[in-house]
C-alpha cells in the first residue's frame, strides 16, 4: 500500500479562459461539414439523396411548369407529344369542381359562407386575438345555422305540430328542472307532483303511438287528441317544476338557463322555418370541395366534443355509462367507414317509418360524425390516461366538482397531450370523405374522377393533371392543419415536468 | 416561537371528530378502529413506519379515501357518500401533497387563483389580491407569473401550501410534505409551515421530521399497522415512549 500515489491537493489559481467554438461548429460550412459530411460514407449518402432529389424535383417543375399546356379550348393542346400537365383543362373545370352542381347563378352563396368561415375561423386560430369566447359561439351556433340557411335556401317545413312537440319538449325539461338545481334527491321530493303529471303526459303520448288508429295515431308531424292531451299533462308537470325553483339562488340559474335554451330553439325554429326568398338546392346538387368541406368540418367539429363526452364515459365509474361507452366506441370502430356509409345511405330508409325520410347527406353526415367521434374517444382516453393521479386529487382537495375538475385541471393537460393524435384523427377523416363517393355523393375526389372523362379533354394528362391538382387541394388542407397543430403544441409547452 | 405545546382540554371546539373509524383496500384492512379528536387549533403530527396508514388517514379526512366503517365529522359536517357534504369540506380543509400536484398547464397565480373563483366564485381581481398576499406569505411573489415546472421543488411545495391557504381552510392537511425534497429545500418549506402554525392554524402533519414535530406540535401520533398506537405531547413522546413499538421507530429514526 506504500507505493500507492498520494493524492495531491489543488488548488485553481487562475480562471480557465471563456474561448469562442471552433470553427466547425458555426456558420454554414461548419453545418454542412458537421451535418452532410461528418465521415466519408455519410457524405456519399447526401450526395446520392441530394442528386435523387433534385432529379425529382426537376422532374416534377419541368411537368407541371416548363412542359404544361397553359391554354387552349380543347384536348389538342394537351394530346401533342411530350407535352406535361393539361392546365387549360383544370381551368375549364376548376369552378365545377369546387361547387359541384351548385346551381351557377346561385354560387355566390357558397363564396359568401367559405368567406364568413374563413373570415371567423382565421382570429379564432389566432392566439393573440380577443373576443375568443364570442368568436367560438359564432362559429359554432351562429355560423352552422348561416351556412345551413344560405346553401340550402332555408325555408324548412316545420309544422305548427313540430312546434308542439318542441314545446312538450320543454316542458318535459322543465319537469326535471328541480333536480338539477337541488340535486337528484331533493329534486325528486320537491317536484313529486309535477314529475307524476309529466310520466302520465308521456304515457298518454306513447300510447297515442301503440294505439295508431287514423283518430289516435299522432306521430311526431300532426295533431291529435294523443298528442294534445300529453302536451296538457307534461306542460302542467313543467310548471309545477318551475314553482319550485322560486326563491333559490340555484334555482334561479336554472331557470333562467331553462328560459334561454328555450328561446334558443324555438328562435332557431322560426328561423329555420323563415322565408328568406331564397331559392332551395337539394343537397343532390351540391359537390366538389364544397361537399368535401361540409362533411370534414362537420365530422371535425362533432367528434372533438362527443369523443370528449366518449372518452370521459368510458372512464366513469357509473357501470351504465361506462357500458354505453364501451360498447358504442368499439361497434363503430369495429365497422369499416364504407359499411357505417352504406348503412347511413341505403339501410336506414328501410327501418325508418314510412313518410320519414331525411337527406342522403344529412345521414352520411351523422354516420361520418358518430363513426370519427368514437376514434376520437380513443385518443383522448390516452390522454387522459397520461394525466397523474395527483392531479385529480389536488383538483378534489380543492373542492372542485367533477366537470369543472375535468374542464379546468385534466382536459386541459390531456388534450395538449394528444394534440398529434387529435390532428392525425382530423387529417385522416378530411381525407376519408372522400368515401362518401361510394354512395353517390359527388366530393373531390368524385367529381374530379367524372370531369376527367370528358371525351372533349380526354388526353394522356388530362386524368394525371385533374388527380395532382385534387391531391394539391387535399394537401394543402392537411398540410395547413399540421402546421398548426405544431404551432399550438410549441404555444401550450409550459415546460412540464412531472 | 411557537406557543407553548399542550394537550387538548376539555372545553375545546372540536374540528375534527373521528370515531370508531376502519377501512379496507379490498381484503387488506388498513384502518383498524381509529379514534381521534382533534381541537381547533391543534398542530399535530402523525408519524410511523411506512405502510401504517398515516397518508390513507388524513385522505379520509377529506374524503380524497372512503372509509367503510365509523364515523368522521369535520367542522360537524359528516362524512358521507352525499357529494354536497364532500365538497363543503373539501372547501374548509387545504390538503398539500408529498408531490406538491400544482398544475402544469397553469401559472402560479392561475393555480392559486383557480378555486377562489370557480369553487368560492370570488371576482377575479380580489383572488388575485388574496393570492399575491399568500405568495408573499411563502416569500415568493416574484414566481407569480412562472409556470410550476419553472420552480425549484422547496418553491413548488410553497406554491402548493399557498394555493391551499387561498380557499381559507378552517383546517390544514400535510402529506410528507417535505419527503420529495432536497435537503437544502426543506428548510425553506418548513419555515412556512412554522409560521402557519403560529397563525393558529389547526393542523394535521404526516412527516418524518422529528424537529419540526418538537417546534410546533402540540401532540405526535404514532401510527403502526392501522392502528394509532401512541399520542402524546411532544416532550413526553421523545423523551419517555410508551409502547415497544414507539422506542423501535423513534431508535430508528433519531440518530
Given at each position: 500500500m506504500g507505493s500507492a500515489p498520494k493524492t495531491s491537493a489543488y488548488l485553481r489559481t487562475e480562471e480557465a479562459p471563456l474561448l469562442p467554438p471552433p470553427?466547425?461548429?458555426?456558420?454554414i460550412q461548419g453545418w454542412v461539414l458537421a451535418n452532410l459530411f461528418p465521415t466519408i460514407g455519410n457524405g456519399i449518402v447526401s450526395i446520392v439523396a441530394g442528386a435523387f432529389l433534385l432529379w425529382m424535383g426537376w422532374g416534377i417543375l419541368d411537368w407541371a411548369i416548363f412542359s404544361a399546356a397553359w391554354s387552349g379550348d380543347n384536348r389538342e393542346v394537351c394530346a401533342a407529344e411530350g407535352a406535361g400537365a393539361c392546365w387549360p383543362f383544370v381551368q375549364s373545370r376548376f369552378a365545377q369542381w369546387i361547387y359541384g352542381f351548385y346551381p351557377i347563378d346561385q354560387r355566390w352563396r357558397v363564396n359568401i359562407c367559405f368567406i364568413i368561415g374563413a373570415a371567423a375561423l382565421v382570429p379564432m386560430l389566432m392566439p393573440s386575438m380577443p373576443h375568443k369566447k364570442w368568436n367560438a359561439l359564432f362559429l359554432l351556433i351562429a355560423y352552422p345555422l348561416i351556412t345551413l340557411i344560405l346553401l340550402t335556401g332555408g325555408h324548412f317545413s316545420i309544422t305548427p305540430a313540430g312546434f308542439l312537440n318542441a314545446v312538450i319538449i320543454l316542458a318535459l325539461a322543465a319537469t326535471f328542472l328541480p333536480l338539477l338545481a337541488f340535486g337528484i334527491e331533493e329534486g325528486i321530493q320537491s317536484n313529486r307532483f309535477g314529475l307524476g303529471l309529466a310520466g302520465f303526459g308521456i304515457l298518454v303520448w306513447l300510447a297515442s303511438f301503440v294505439i295508431g288508429s287514423s283518430v289516435w295515431h299522432s306521430g311526431l308531424g300532426s295533431f291529435s287528441p294523443g298528442s294534445i292531451a300529453a302536451a296538457v299533462f307534461i306542460g302542467a308537470g313543467g310548471i309545477f317544476g318551475i314553482i319550485q325553483l322560486r326563491g333559490t339562488g340555484s334555482g334561479a340559474q336554472a331557470w333562467r338557463n331553462w328560459l334561454i335554451g328555450s328561446a334558443v330553439l324555438l328562435g332557431l325554429m322560426l328561423i329555420l322555418k323563415f322565408d328568406f326568398g331564397l331559392e332551395p338546392v337539394e343537397t343532390s346538387q351540391w359537390g366538389g370541395l364544397l361537399v368535401t368541406l361540409v362533411v370534414a368540418v362537420t365530422g371535425i367539429v362533432a367528434s372533438l366534443p362527443l369523443g370528449i363526452l366518449l372518452a370521459l364515459g368510458r372512464r366513469s365509474n357509473m357501470p351504465i355509462v361506462k357500458t354505453f361507452s364501451v360498447v358504442f366506441i368499439e361497434a363503430w370502430r369495429g365497422v369499416p367507414l364504407i359499411t357505417v356509409l352504406f348503412m347511413a345511405a341505403v339501410m336506414l330508409p328501410l327501418f325508418l317509418?314510412?313518410?320519414?325520410n331525411f337527406d342522403k347527406l344529412m345521414r352520411a353526415l351523422i354516420g361520418v360524425a358518430l363513426f370519427s367521434s368514437a376514434y376520437m374517444a380513443e385518443v383522448i382516453r390516452g390522454g387522459l390516461q397520461a394525466i397523474p393521479r395527483g392531479q385529480y386529487e389536488a383538483a378534489q382537495a380543492l373542492g372542485l366538482s367533477y366537470w369543472k375538475m375535468m374542464s379546468l385541471i385534466v382536459l386541459p393537460q390531456a388534450l395538449k397531450i394528444v394534440i398529434p393524435g387529435i390532428v392525425n384523427s382530423f387529417i385522416s377523416l378530411f381525407k376519408d370523405t372522400t368515401l362518401v363517393s361510394i354512395v353517390g355523393i359527388f366530393d373531390l375526389l368524385q367529381i374530379v374522377t367524372t370531369s376527367s372523362n370528358d371525351a372533349k379533354w380526354a388526353s394522356p394528362q388530362t386524368g394525371t393533371t385533374a388527380y395532382f391538382t385534387a391531391a394539391l387541394i387535399f394537401w394543402i388542407f392537411c398540410f395547413s392543419m399540421s402546421r398548426y397543430s405544431v404551432f399550438m403544441e410549441r404555444r401550450l409547452e409550459t415546460g412540464h415536468r412531472r | 416561537m411557537a406557543a407553548p405545546a399542550k394537550m387538548p382540554k376539555t372545553g375545546d371546539v372540536p374540528a375534527i371528530q373521528i370515531t370508531n373509524m376502519n377501512k379496507w383496500f379490498g381484503q387488506f384492512h388498513v384502518l383498524r378502529d381509529i379514534n381521534l379528536t382533534v381541537y381547533k387549533g391543534e398542530r399535530i403530527v402523525i408519524c410511523g413506519p411506512s405502510g401504517s396508514g398515516k397518508s390513507t388517514l388524513i385522505r379520509c379526512i377529506n374524503r380524497l379515501e372512503e372509509h367503510q366503517k365509523g364515523d368522521i365529522l369535520v367542522d360537524g359536517i359528516a362524512l358521507t357518500n352525499d357529494l354536497k357534504k364532500i365538497d363543503e369540506v373539501r372547501r374548509e380543509v387545504g390538503m398539500v401533497f408529498q408531490h406538491f400536484n400544482l398544475f402544469p398547464h397553469l401559472t402560479v397565480l392561475e393555480n392559486l387563483t383557480l378555486a377562489p373563483i370557480?369553487?368560492?366564485?370570488?371576482p377575479k381581481k380580489d383572488a388575485e389580491a388574496a393570492a399575491m398576499k399568500y405568495l408573499e406569505r411563502v416569500k415568493i411573489p416574484e414566481q407569480a407569473l412562472k409556470y410550476p415546472g419553472q420552480l425549484s421543488g422547496g418553491q413548488q411545495q410553497r406554491v402548493a401550501i399557498a394555493r391551499s391557504l387561498c380557499m381559507n381552510p378552517k383546517i390544514m392537511l400535510f402529506d410528507e410534505p417535505t419527503s420529495a425534497l432536497d435537503p437544502e429545500m426543506i428548510k425553506e418549506v418548513l419555515e412556512v409551515m412554522v409560521d402557519l402554525a403560529e397563525s393558529g392554524m389547526t393542523m394535521l402533519c404526516v412527516t418524518h421530521e422529528m424537529g419540526f414535530a418538537r417546534q410546533v406540535a402540540n401532540r405526535v401520533i404514532f401510527m403502526d399497522m392501522g392502528q394509532i398506537v401512541e399520542q402524546n405531547a411532544p416532550e413526553e413522546f421523545f423523551s419517555n415512549p410508551k409502547s415497544e413499538r414507539t422506542k423501535l421507530f423513534l431508535s430508528q429514526i433519531l440518530h
Open positions: 470553427i466547425s461548429m458555426v456558420g317509418p314510412e313518410g320519414v | 370557480w369553487v368560492r366564485k370570488m
